[in-house]
């Protein structure tokens, strides 16, 4: 389980910089630029889910000792 959350932890943030080249930073929120946002955004978000998860994981296995 936990190599399958560092393998998504590690697209998510691939994707992330990925969707960044993409900006256009004279106009953020027109054509592709406005793809890019939603998409860095959704990556943050995936990646911030992810991170919880992890920390989940560890305090469930502290509680278990």
Known sequence: ???LIYTLLV????????NTTLLNFDALLEG?????VIGILA???????LWILL???KIKE???Q
Request: hydrophobic fraction near 50%.
């Open 1 to 3: 389980m936990k190599t």
């Open 11 to 18: 697209l998510s943030i691939c994707l992330l910089v990925f």
């Open 32 to 36: 592709q630029s406005k793809i890019a």
């Open 43 to 49: 990556s943050l978000c995936s990646v911030l889910l």
């Open 55 to 57: 920390v989940s994981k």
């Open 62 to 64: 502290k509680t278990k």
